[in-house]
């Protein structure tokens, strides 16, 4: 038979690379993973060079001669659905199941049954496929933590192979959990270890792999040495070959060693194809040419089978390869492989890889490179054949979606649909990749979302420049989904500058709006409203009245967040009317709720609660009509918990945040969950009750992790404030250098300034005086960027009360006077509260000093010409120091 | 076919075996011989001579031939054996392999195993396991002849000491020299339209032979070309390589068949074209349904397979020759509308495709345009083509010259002009020389 498979059990050279494995896997202080690629530098030389059949022989060997310490699951990414995060987990568990039946992943089962069942309606959960994932791997985590005992009890450790890593290098992400998590995912177990084999070398800059050089160790593959390639030739070739001969220099010379071409050799010269001899006559810069087309000989349907899978690429079974045959005329004479052949043929084939247990085979990747390159071109240059495939296997996709259960195949279907769809006609794949891309997206599903741009991506070479356009514009849109905002917004400016002019002016408002929530992402204010200022204008020429609603909206979000809250609650007001007009009740209530937080924030309590409560009552009438889920309510009930908790209605506050947490406790909405308990801690806050408040906000923290990002750090935050109030200032560092790593990583500038100002004031100024400054000097230079004015005033204050404490009062009150200023500009409730804690510091000091400092603040005030905008603070100093002349 | 000419490769190998076999203190270094060929290409009388060696040096040999032993091949073989030896028992009457060994141990012996393609499955099975049990010894000598490949890959001692060889037809010497050594010899104009039209495929040179001779026709008038047309369709295509195809499928192979033998190097795409251009009663339904052609028309006729050389699907040489000959001189109009076409085709493909396979189109696209040279485009499209194979870069216009060079069939046709495309390529070649030397 053709293309013989070497046995696993006959496994031929490779020495040293499994030496270096078991010593890797055997080694307690090895890196905790190991990562194959291959060794050569030039792509067209990478690929073939036999990385599977090392990663599968390890596997063997892991199983074969470690049984009783390790557990052993194999990864192969060239299967769509490996590099889905859930689908991995679940298969990582299933195998984990079989080696330990005595462990049992029941939470993470319940999770997943749930999870299968709400998926089909996370758009109206008012969650998100980021969330599910999130409760999925709380669930795992769960679970995991049991088997962690047991492992550590029996010594064991498990054991992951990767193979074809570079097909997710880009976006390693997608094979894990959680967001915030790196690949590989250890889903938190203490004794894993992993094998990754990719094609390329780990690029050490990408966000995945920064400084985790100490976590890897690297084993570049290079083809098979002579000596390798002699000893398996002597093993496969049927004739007598000389090793060191002639014949064998120049075999060696024309394969490079690379065992996929010299499998075909050997299959050439077994089956009188040629001689060695002709075979070497070939130059080697032609020898792949001159070797792979033996498969076009399609007088052996096996070669059928092989050409089929080239194409057919993601998967190949019976009922693809029937499909396929019905539109094969077939003659009475021929008999074609059976069912039965063909499925004991199959694995056998040195370069088919078979899909974990299923009936479904794969082409090795660089065979399949190979067959396209040098069969398929040849044998069908103007691709009518491989288009006739397509649209069987399509057929059969089709019919196979109707009733398919479960969401995570049908999604793995819907890609390779999308793929030959695109193959047979870019402007019919076209619209159906952006049918399920955006939909995806709007779920936040973005691993099916990346597989299907993936696929796409295939053919951005066919793409007409608009085309190429749209599938930028759809990767920025990914990449902000995934939180890589910066990625996002490097594609977009790239897209402002060289798109063309036509379909730049065609899809602005889609870019500027796309580029502005990238920026409100990074908290960078004043670009976001610039972005979604210019769209506005250009919707409101276009007459969009929605888009224009939706971008009121973000913009009241914006001025909002920057405390600007009389502009806030301008474009609010607007947007409330849009929404109104045109009959958006959902969105018309979230604009209510967010005009109610800043009515709150501007101590406007009745009008804050009022709107809430408006919007409240809408919330209710949609969910009762089944058109947005309870969280919605859950939403509107915290923020009556905040309206009340900012009017000192304690009790009202506590119990509207009881029955958001009961709704959120019933829609298993994990973020809800962690945001309520940093609301019971705000609440203890306000009783007075401080270890209680920190209890809560722990309670936050453990919730909230891996979780929700901003909830977190919250959590952190408030419980560094609050050691520092209980004068645990060690603590309290503690904390805040937690949360500063943390917003670091989520790019949130708001929260790290914060906690730079929160560490500040715990660290120890007679100790550690230097580190302050550089402390504020970062949270400065942020703040000054990003205009957190807020921001700016708070760090003026902690400057000015170290000062203070040290009893250089000239220096402290510079700094209280650039505090008020700033706050000034922040808004009247904040500069009105700055200026009255600086009268009480005032009034601290010796009484001799007080006319000195205060005439410095009036000066500070009048050089900044700030007297007439803001006469405040003229007055309250003025009055100062007239009134302690007595 | 007794005359003996262009085959001294294959007689060397035998003469060797023999002698080794006569001699006891040699090994015969070629044990097992496969010669390989299309019908009427020799392999029957190669075998025939290794007989005749045989009745000479009176070694017992084994004659099958598979195709007259469709019932039992271990029968045929251990009749024979009996011929030569007192074998009685039960054991051998069920195994050839037990007989051969008997009469091995007499001494040396000689098995012919004719049209081994027509074995089936079970036919195969006894061969090989003959074969392979009998291998280690010295003194067998086995020659096998086929229509087919043969490789005995499950049977690795076998494959290891079979020797194949592909029978070609004869050149125009060769073919001059069995012609003068005929009992009636020809007039040299007639020995060369016999060259001309069989291209030296002797099966077709003994139609034409018989013909001219027995029934006095002269190849040089139209109604006896006719009548040798004729002779060589029914005695060449219908009975030998449309010999087992059911009479009701008979013309749509021998449509297909010569439809296919036009070009020089086919696929899928052409495959379907050329049915839907020149005979659009043997349309499939779809593309895919011509998927299965190749393997149907192998499968009946073997004689179209995957050429690695020319990277592409090749009716034989022999019967392409003579498919092409008949409609040529039948059809002419159709004849060179059809090497219009793909003259057009490869080069609208070689437009379309990138590197090596580009290079490969233009050379076929000047293969069938220069088979055309009648055409009132011909000028024309030489010029288009000469000037797409100019533009290309250095290397693969190197690729274009070095396997232009080698390409006799292709200087052949070219006639005439090949003097004048020689140059333009030359020239062409001089310049890119000079370039070089320059940077």
């Known amino acids: 038979m053709m293309y013989k498979q070497q046995h696993i059990d006959h496994f031929i050279g490779r020495s040293q690379e499994i030496s270096t494995f078991v010593h890797w896997l055997t080694n307690p202080i090895s890196p905790w993973i190991l990562y194959i690629h291959d060794a050569a530098e030039e792509a067209n030389k990478k690929g073939g060079v036999g990385k599977t059949w090392l990663l599968r022989r390890c596997a063997e060997l892991t199983r074969q001669r470690r049984q009783d310490t390790t557990a052993v699951v194999v990864i192969d990414f060239f299967n769509v659905g490996d590099r889905d995060g859930i689908l991995l987990a679940e298969k990582i568990m299933t195998n984990l199941q079989e080696i330990y039946p005595v462990w049992s992943p029941s939470t993470f089962t319940e999770a997943i049954q749930q999870y299968r069942i709400e998926e089909r309606q996370i758009a109206d959960s008012g969650s998100s496929e980021s969330a599910a994932r999130d409760i999925i791997f709380a669930a795992l985590v769960e679970d995991l933590h049991l088997l962690n005992e047991h492992l550590a009890k029996t010594q064991k450790t498990l054991v992951v192979f990767f193979d074809t890593f570079e097909l997710i290098e880009q976006n390693p992400g997608v094979a ?78 024309r394969t490079e060693g690379r065992p996929i071409l010299i499998g075909l050799a050997i299959d050439v010269l077994n089956n009188r194809i040629q001689t060695i001899d002709d075979l070497i006559s070939v130059a080697q810069d032609k020898f792949e040419a001159y070797l792979v087309p033996q498969v076009n000989r399609l007088e052996n ?74 069969c398929w071109e040849v044998q069908d240059p103007d691709q009518r054949f491989r288009k006739a495939i397509s649209s069987r296997v399509i057929e059969y ?22 793929y030959h769809r695109l193959y047979v006609d870019l402007d019919d794949g076209l619209p159906y990749f952006q049918q399920h891309f955006y939909s995806a997206l709007r779920l936040r599903n973005t691993s099916f979302a990346r597989l299907l741009f993936q696929e796409v991506q295939k053919f951005s070479s066919l793409l007409s420049p608009a ?39 065609e899809n602005q408002p889609l870019v500027l709006t796309q580029e502005g929530r990238c920026y409100q992402r990074q908290s960078k204010f004043l670009e976001a409203t610039n972005s979604f200022m210019q769209c506005l204008e250009i919707q409101r020429s276009r007459g969009d009245e929605l888009q224009c609603a939706h971008l009121l909206n973000n913009l009241g979000v914006i001025f909002r967040r920057s405390s600007q809250f009389a502009t806030a609650l301008k474009y609010y007001e607007e947007s409330i009317a849009l929404y109104k007009k045109l009959g958006r009740q959902s969105d018309y209530a979230t604009a209510l709720n967010g005009s109610s937080t800043v009515y709150r924030l501007q101590g406007k309590t009745e009008e804050a609660l009022r709107r809430c409560k408006i919007a409240w009552r809408i919330r209710r009438d949609l969910f009762r009509e089944d058109k947005v889920s309870e969280v919605q309510i859950g939403l509107s009930l915290d923020t009556l918990g905040r309206n009340y908790l900012d009017a000192g209605n304690i009790i009202n506050a506590e119990q509207y945040f009881k029955e958001a947490f009961d709704i959120y406790l019933r829609a298993n909405y994990k973020g809800g969950i962690a945001t309520i308990y940093n609301r019971f801690g705000l609440v203890q806050l306000a009783k007075g009750e401080l270890e209680s408040a920190r209890e809560w906000f722990a309670r936050a923290q453990h919730a909230s992790q891996e979780i929700d990002a901003e909830q977190y750090i919250d959590s952190l935050n408030q419980q560094g404030e609050i050691c520092i109030q209980l004068q645990k200032k060690k603590e309290a560092t503690v904390f805040f250098e937690q949360a500063i790593t943390y917003a670091r990583r989520a790019i949130d500038y708001y929260q790290q300034v914060e906690n730079l100002i929160g560490l500040a004031k715990a660290l120890d100024p007679l100790e550690q005086g230097e580190r302050i400054q550089q402390v504020l000097q970062e949270a400065e230079d942020i703040a000054t960027r990003e205009s957190y004015f807020n921001l700016l005033g708070q760090i003026e204050q902690t400057r000015g009360e170290i000062s203070y404490y040290s009893k250089e009062y000239s220096t402290a009150f510079l700094h209280f006077a650039r505090y008020c200023h700033h706050m000034a500009i922040y808004n009247a409730t904040e500069f009105k509260v700055a200026v009255r804690q600086v009268v009480d510091a005032l009034l601290g000091i010796p009484t001799a000093d007080v006319p000195l400092i205060a005439q410095e603040l009036l000066t500070y005030w009048s050089t900044q010409q700030l007297d007439t905008k803001y006469p405040e603070f003229m007055l309250a100093f003025g009055e100062i120091d007239n009134l302690m002349e007595v | 076919m007794d005359l003996f000419v262009n085959r001294e490769p294959e007689l060397e190998l035998i003469d060797e075996a023999f002698n080794a076999l006569m001699n006891k203190k040699r090994l015969v270094r070629t044990p097992l011989i496969g010669f390989l060929g299309v019908s009427g290409i020799g392999k029957t009388f190669l075998l025939r001579r290794v007989a005749q060696r045989c009745q000479d040096t009176q070694l017992p040999y084994i004659w099958v031939d598979v195709d007259q032993a469709t019932a039992n091949v271990a029968h045929t073989i251990i009749t024979q054996i009996k011929q030569y030896t007192q074998i009685d028992t039960s054991a051998s009457e069920q195994s050839p392999v037990h007989a051969a060994q008997v009469l091995l141990q007499q001494g040396p012996v000689v098995m012919l195993f004719d049209s081994v393609e027509m074995a089936n499955t079970d036919q195969l099975s006894t061969i090989g396991t003959l074969l392979r049990d009998l291998s280690d010894d010295e003194k067998l000598f086995v020659v096998m002849a086929s229509k087919k490949s043969l490789s005995f890959q499950h049977e690795r001692s076998i494959a290891r000491k079979l020797t194949t060889l592909s029978l070609k037809p004869f050149d125009r010497e060769k073919c001059e020299l069995y012609l003068e050594r005929q009992d009636q010899p020809t007039e040299p104009e007639i020995r060369n339209i016999i060259f001309e039209w069989t291209r030296g495929y002797p099966l077709a040179i003994n139609v034409m032979i018989n013909a001219i001779t027995e029934r006095q026709l002269d190849p040089r008038t139209e109604p006896d070309q006719k009548v040798l047309l004729s002779l060589l369709t029914e005695e060449v295509i219908h009975q030998k390589v449309l010999v087992n195809i059911k009479p009701e499928d008979k013309a749509y192979y021998f449509s297909a068949l010569q439809l296919f033998s036009f070009p020089r190097r086919s696929n899928l795409v052409l495959m379907q074209d050329l049915i839907e251009t020149f005979t659009p009663e043997l349309k499939r339904e779809s593309s895919l349904a011509y998927f299965s052609l190749p393997r149907a028309i192998t499968e009946a006729t073997d004689v179209l397979s995957w050429n690695m050389a020319r990277a592409g699907f090749a009716v034989d040489e022999p019967i392409r020759n003579i498919f092409l000959l008949i409609l040529k001189k039948e059809q002419p109009s159709r004849y060179f509308a059809i090497h219009d076409f793909l003259a057009r085709t490869n080069l609208q493909l070689a437009a379309e495709v990138p590197g090596s396979d580009r290079v490969r189109y233009l050379r076929e696209s000047l293969y069938h345009a220069a088979s055309n040279t009648g055409s009132p485009h011909f000028s024309e499209q030489l010029a288009e083509i000469l000037q797409a194979v100019l533009q290309e870069a250095p290397d693969p216009f190197l690729q274009f010259t070095e396997e232009f060079s080698q390409d006799e069939e292709l200087k052949e046709v070219l006639g005439p002009y090949l003097a004048t495309v020689q140059s333009m390529l030359d020239t062409h070649l001089n310049a890119i020389n000079d370039h070089e030397a320059e940077r």
């Open chain 1, 301 to 374: 349907p096996l070669n059928w089978v092989i050409l089929f899978m080239a194409h057919v690429y993601h998967r190949f079974n019976i009922p693809i390869f029937e499909s396929i045959l019905q539109s094969v005329a077939l003659d009475s004479a021929i008999q074609t492989i059976n069912r039965e052949t063909l499925l004991s043929i199959l694995p056998q084939l040195s370069f088919v890889r078979q899909a974990g247990s299923s009936e479904d085979f794969v082409l090795h990747d660089e065979m399949r490179r190979l067959v396209t390159r040098y």
């Open chain 1, 467 to 505: 085309q190429l356009n749209d599938l930028h514009y759809a990767e920025a849109v990914l990449l902000r989904t995934e939180e890589n905002v910066s990625a996002a917004l490097e594609i977009l400016h790239r897209l402002k500058n060289t798109a063309d002019p036509q379909w730049y002016e």
């Open chain 1, 176 to 253: 894990v959990l959680r967001q915030s998590q790196t690949f590989p995912d250890n889903y938190q177990l203490e004794r894993m270890k992993v094998v990754i084999a990719g094609r390329n070398k780990l690029d050490w800059t990408h966000p995945n792999w920064i400084g985790r050089e100490q976590e890897v160790q690297v084993m570049p593959l290079a083809p098979f040495s002579l000596q390798e390639m002699q000893e398996y030739v002597k093993a496969e070739l049927i004739y007598d070959f000389l090793p060191q001969s002639r014949q064998a220099h120049a075999l060696y010379e």
């Open chain 1, 397 to 418: 996709y089709e019919q196979e979606l109707t009733h398919i259960p479960n969401e995570q195949q049908r999604q793995i279907f819907i890609v390779e649909t999308l």
